[in-house]
Every structure is written in structure tokens, then in C-alpha cells.
């Protein structure tokens, strides 16, 4: 009797040891997995950072190597053409041979192409400069692809906002940066090797992360449906749970390259059969977005005559609200019931009307107006866009879903500039009204075709 007391007792201690165990090793893994996301957002910064210190001179320096428009349109269109090609590719690829090994060749080889940049003294080694980046430059993408392993579908929304978020600070930031080492004696060159510089430190960073400790789960996930037996994440040696796993076993059964050629075969059934309207919607609202931004100083110059300088102030302040709109994106989520279907349709009618409103403002105040809100729509509909197709596309193709977005949105960097050009022709408010009407055709499209994913997705997260 004693002793079957004794031993019930030392049964009891024993469990609630291991419980308690497993408990402390669950809230370790979710404190190392929110400072590994801390770090993803850090990358972003720096990339769009270092990104954002030359983007803006590239025209100029262009100009300044003595090449005419029409040459200079095609150098400059060859960015996105090159873009168009590869992102789908690095995106799958990305899915196979893991997010570390991608991101770190990506970051590395577009660090080489603005190494390059920085000794174009003519338009051959310029050209050649932009080539690595055309073709690498897809970090965001797969650091999209990687917090969409990482979080749970719910939380993926308010993950990619606050992701969104935090390279949007390093955009605003970076053009003054550049803007004033370009005033020194060569300082193309000069913020050329920044940047480069930035990418280095950027891979120096992915290349420490914490790579054992990388599954993010929320409270509720933590444990089993009983309550009382704590999911311990599994360790991988560099690459994420969940996305990695599946990726490791694929490449032990054939050669990585083989795979990638299959996955691309299997993602184009998938493609033309549910994520077709997504992806055409996607183009439009680019294509739309783009008009808006392609002639708007040359725009404020012609109607109002607004100087570039205060032009250039009005686009860093609605950048900067685009960017704090990162932060609005999860209690917009939750007032819709995390339906970002309905969320993107209703920022979508709300960036058309803004863009004809803009097209027929009769003063400033209008502009300043439909500007702001402008900032917030787009920003949103960014994110609840990218949600969609990762919501339809599913989870081990995350990578290759956002490389064919991205190439979506290379074709209309492609397209956006040639018909800003015939619409400028006709009228200063040309490009914002033909975007606005690109726009009304993408509410159209989605207002007719019903949402992918209908399921709570509380009920599709809960734990086996």
C-alpha cells in the first residue's frame, strides 16, 4: 500500500517534471524563433536600404555616360526582363534546395553585380552590372517564401505586413543616403561600393542566423489537443522546419536540378487552373500602380508647377505611410475575419477611385489627399495579394508561387513604362487615368470569381 502510494506519487512528479520540461523547451524554441524572425526583418531592411541608395541615380548616371534615351530605355527595361525569367526558377529552386543555401547565393551574387556597378565607366560594364542583380536579385521573395514556413496561415498576414513593414523604413531611408553621397566627387561609385558593402554584411547576417531554431508557433499551437503534451520542434541543420523537411528527402531520392524542372512542370496545371485570376489581378493592379508612379514628378511639374524637390518630399511621406501601414494590416485582417480575398477587393476599388480622383484633382490638397490614402491601399493590397497566392498555391511551393508573382510583376515593369509613354502623349493625366482603368478591370475580375480558400482557417491549423 506504501509503497504503491510512494510509487504513484513518484509517477506523478516524474510527469509533471516532463511537463514541465516540455514546456520550458516550447517557450525557448518560440523565443528563438521570434528573434529569428527579428533578424529576417533586418535583412529586409538592409536589402531594400542598400537597393534604394542607387535605384534612384541610375538614371542619371545612364545619362551621364553619354548613351542616348533609346538606349538608355533598353538597359533600363533589361532589369525587368531578366527578372521576368528568373523569378520563378529561383523561387522553385529555392523550394529545393532550401531557403539558407538560396538566400545566400542570391544576396552574394546581386552584392558582385553592384560591385560591378561601381566600376561601370562605360554602358558595357553597366549593362553587365545589372545582370547578376536581374537575375538574383529575389532575397524579399525568398524571405517571403521562408516567413510563410515559419508561421502558421493566420498569422502569415500579419507576419508579411510587419515584414513589409520594416523594408519599407529601409526604402525611405536609403534614397537620402544616396541622395547625399551623390553630391560628392564620384559619388555614384561611392554608393555603389555602399551598397555592395550593405549585401555583404547582409549575407554575414543570414550566414549566423539561429537556422536550429525556426519554427514559430502560437500559443495555442504549442501543445496538443489534450493540453497536456508540448510539440517539441524538430531540429534541421540549416533549414527550416516544414518547408525544408520535404525538400531534404526529395533531394536524397534525385539530383536538385531535376526536381526543379519537375516542380515547374507540376506548378503550371496549378497555375492556369487556381491561381490564374490571382496572378492576372496581380498585373493589372501593378500595371496600375506603376502608371500612377511613372509621371508623377513630370505630372506636378505640368499642372501645378510643383518643383521636383517638393515632389520628392510628398513621395517620402507617403512612403513612409505605406510603410506604417505594415502595422494596420493584422487588425484589418481580424475586423474582416481574416478574409484578405475581401480585403484585397475592397483596396483595390479604393486604389482605383484614388487613382481617377488624382487624375482629375484640380489642386494640390487633392493630391496630397488621394496620395496618402493611395500609400495605405497599395500597401494592403501588397500583402493580402501575396497571402492569396500562398493560401492557393500551398506551402511547399511557397518559394516558386512567389517567383512567379514576382515575375508577374516583372512583366509589368516591362509594360508600365511603354504605355505611361503613349498615355503621356495625350495628356499629363493619362498614365493615372488608364491605371485607373487597368484597376476597375482587376475589381471586376475578383468581384466574379469567389474566394480559393473558404475553410476556417482556425480548423485547417490545428494540431495532429
Given amino acids: 500500500m506504501a509503497l504503491g502510494l510512494h510509487g504513484g506519487r513518484g509517477a506523478s512528479g516524474q510527469g509533471l517534471a516532463l ?3 516540455a514546456m520550458a523547451t516550447a517557450a525557448s524554441g518560440a523565443v528563438g524563433s521570434r528573434r529569428f524572425l527579428l533578424c529576417l526583418y533586418l535583412v529586409g531592411f538592409l536589402d531594400l536600404f542598400g ?17 542616348s534615351p533609346v538606349v538608355a530605355g533598353v538597359v533600363g527595361s533589361s532589369y525587368g526582363i531578366l527578372q521576368f525569367f528568373s523569378s520563378t526558377f529561383v523561387g522553385c529552386w529555392s523550394d529545393v534546395v532550401g531557403r539558407r543555401s538560396s538566400l545566400l547565393a ?6 558582385l553585380g553592384y560591385l560591378l556597378l561601381g566600376v561601370s565607366t562605360n554602358v558595357f560594364l553597366f549593362t553587365l552590372a545589372r545582370v547578376p542583380v536581374g537575375i538574383f536579385k529575389h532575397t ?3 524571405s517571403r517564401a521562408l516567413l510563410s514556413d515559419l508561421v502558421t496561415e493566420k498569422e502569415r498576414p500579419l507576419v508579411l505586413g510587419q515584414f513589409n513593414t520594416a523594408s519599407g523604413i529601409g526604402f525611405i531611408l536609403g534614397p537620402m543616403v544616396g541622395g547625399y553621397l551623390t553630391e560628392l ?7 555603389a561600393f555602399i551598397c555592395c558593402s550593405v549585401f555583404l554584411l547582409n549575407a554575414g547576417l543570414v550566414w549566423v542566423l539561429p537556422w536550429r531554431e525556426t519554427t514559430l508557433k502560437s500559443a495555442e499551437d504549442a501543445w496538443s489537443s489534450d ?4 510539440t517539441v520542434p524538430r531540429e534541421s541543420a540549416g533549414t527550416p522546419q516544414g518547408a525544408a523537411t520535404p525538400a531534404k528527402a526529395r533531394r536524397s531520392e534525385q539530383n536538385p536540378w531535376l526536381e526543379v524542372l519537375s516542380a515547374l ?11 490564374w485570376d490571382i496572378f492576372l489581378v496581380r498585373l493589372l493592379m501593378g500595371v496600375a500602380v506603376m502608371l500612377y508612379y511613372s509621371n508623377f514628378v513630370l505630372a506636378l511639374d505640368e499642372r501645378f508647377g510643383v518643383r521636383p524637390k517638393t515632389t520628392g518630399y510628398l513621395i517620402s511621406y507617403t512612403s513612409a505611410l505605406g510603410t506604417l501601414a505594415g502595422f494596420a494590416v493584422g487588425p484589418i485582417l481580424r475586423l474582416y475575419r481574416h478574409n484578405s480575398h ?5 483596396s483595390s476599388a479604393l486604389t482605383c477611385s484614388l487613382l481617377l480622383l488624382y487624375s482629375v484633382a484640380g489642386s494640390m490638397h487633392v493630391v496630397v489627399l488621394s496620395s496618402t490614402l493611395l500609400s495605405f491601399s497599395t500597401s494592403i493590397g501588397r500583402t493580402c495579394i501575396t497571402d492569396l497566392q500562398l493560401s492557393a498555391g500551398g506551402a511547399q511551393a511557397s518559394g516558386t508561387v512567389i517567383g512567379v508573382g514576382q515575375s508577374v510583376t516583372a512583366v509589368a515593369r516591362v509594360i508600365a513604362p511603354l504605355l505611361s509613354g503613349v498615355a503621356q502623349e495625350l495628356s499629363p493625366c493619362g498614365p493615372p487615368s488608364l491605371g485607373a482603368a487597368l484597376a476597375l478591370v482587376a475589381v471586376l475580375i475578383m468581384s466574379q470569381n469567389k474566394p480559393h480558400s473558404t475553410e476556417p482557417r482556425s480548423e485547417k491549423l490545428k494540431p495532429e
Fill in 51 to 67: 537597393v534604394s541608395m542607387v535605384v534612384p541615380l541610375l538614371s542619371l548616371h545612364v545619362k551621364s555616360l553619354g548613351v
Fill in 265 to 275: 512542370k507540376d506548378m503550371k496545371s496549378l497555375l492556369f487552373s487556381a491561381l
Fill in 19 to 21: 511537463e514541465t520540461s
Fill in 342 to 346: 475581401r480585403v484585397l477587393l475592397h
Fill in 140 to 142: 524579399l521573395s525568398i
Fill in 185 to 191: 566627387d564620384g559619388g555614384f561609385y561611392v554608393t
Fill in 227 to 230: 493540453g497536456k503534451h508540448a
Fill in 106 to 111: 542570391c544576396i552574394l551574387l546581386s552584392a
